[in-house]
């Protein structure tokens, strides 16, 4: 919860100041399904390892968006991370992408676990929804989507992504765009970083 601990008011203003400061043409094409705003409010990158070795590469998100399909604009924030995990250390697994996502409500300046039944990831005009290997539950509450890289190759954390999710007892899946690329070129470029030294990483594995 370390990310929601800011108090929900203090976001809230920031949230609607940052509608107004980024009313410009390129913020106004960032919207989720329905037409609502969303802001990127927090994105890291950093190194995972398993027993001293790299084994992946990590992007942490908070965003916040609109949603006029279920809360008539309300405010919902997503947090999550976005994982290329090499499995270094088990011979048996191949190397896969991992997106995990929890979703909160703003409530009376207070957060609500938003459950969700299901997520994916969309990107350049292709749905993966349904390629996954894996779906589970996070330990926050929020899910984790696996997908296996080999056959996913085409989908990349640095372009232009959709995360798409689906309510639990809702009907309709709502699209949150993002581009973690133009929001800091310095975090993208560090993931590109650790991706390269994965890849090599598992270029020995494989051989």
């Given amino acids: 919860m370390k990310h929601l601990t800011k108090p929900i008011r203090a976001i809230h203003f920031m949230f609607l100041a940052l509608l107004l400061a980024l009313a410009s043409p390129v913020a106004s094409e960032d919207k989720a399904t329905g037409g609502g705003a969303v802001l990127l409010l ?42 290329f995990a090499g499995f270094v250390n088990e011979p048996e697994k191949g190397p896969a992408f991992l997106f995990k996502v929890t979703a909160f409500d703003l409530v009376d300046e207070t957060h609500k676990l938003a459950p969700l039944d299901y997520a994916y990831l969309s990107s350049q005009g292709l749905s993966y929804a349904g ?32 995360l798409n999710i689906t309510r639990q007892g809702g009907s309709s899946d709502v699209a949150i765009p993002v581009n973690f690329m133009m929001h800091d070129p310095g975090i993208g470029t560090q993931y590109a970083i650790c991706m390269g030294k994965l890849l090599d990483m598992l270029k020995e594995k494989l051989n």
Avoid: Q, W
């Fill in 42 to 83: 927090d994105l890291t990158a950093s190194e995972r390892k398993s027993r001293g070795r790299l084994d992946a590469c990590e992007l942490t998100y908070l965003l916040a968006y609109e949603d006029y399909i279920y809360r008539n604009g309300a405010v919902t924030f997503l947090r999550g991370s976005m994982n």
């Fill in 131 to 162: 390629k996954e290997f894996a779906i589970g539950a996070a330990d926050d509450g929020g899910l984790v989507v696996g997908y296996e890289a080999f056959s996913n190759f085409s989908l990349s954390f640095l372009e232009p992504l959709s």
